[in-house]
């Protein structure tokens, strides 16, 4: 397959909805995803799979426990590892967030819970 680069406005400008990542690419085990996040999503963890979060454009609040130091505010071109095990609740401070996720392909986007917000077989960008 030929390599390809990718154009971050024209990979964010084709995601519709929002809290629903798109897989941009794999990398070994891992998978680089494109996500449009808007308000607050639900708390929740992963049991074996770090997450980096990276914010492209707008203003991303992670909410953390108090135990885990508290939440922590990102800027575009800012990013935040989120080890395994650890509560967490994105939450959009702006409109429109976009974010770049890394992380085990074999990650669930609502961690260990299952409902109406899980994606099961993500889409390829």
């Given at each position: 397959?030929?390599?390809?680069?990718?154009?971050?406005?024209?990979a964010f400008s084709s995601i519709a909805q929002f809290w629903s990542p798109k897989i941009g690419g794999d990398i070994n085990d891992a998978q680089l995803k494109l996500a449009k996040f808007s308000g607050s999503f639900l708390w929740h963890h992963?049991?074996?799979?770090?997450?980096?979060?990276l914010v492209i454009k707008g203003r991303l609040r992670m909410k953390l426990k108090p135990e885990d130091g508290?939440?922590?505010?990102?800027?575009?071109?800012?990013?935040?590892?989120v080890?395994?095990?650890?509560?967490?609740c994105p939450s959009a401070?702006?409109?429109?967030?976009?974010c770049i996720l890394l992380e085990p392909n074999t990650t669930r986007n609502t961690g260990n819970l299952v409902n109406h917000l899980t994606q099961e077989n993500l889409d390829r960008i």
């Open positions: 397959m030929p390599l390809q680069k990718v154009n971050l406005d024209t992963h049991d074996n799979e770090d997450e980096l979060f508290g939440d922590i505010d990102l800027e575009e071109g800012e990013y935040l590892i080890p395994k095990g650890t509560e967490h401070l702006t409109e429109e967030v976009h």
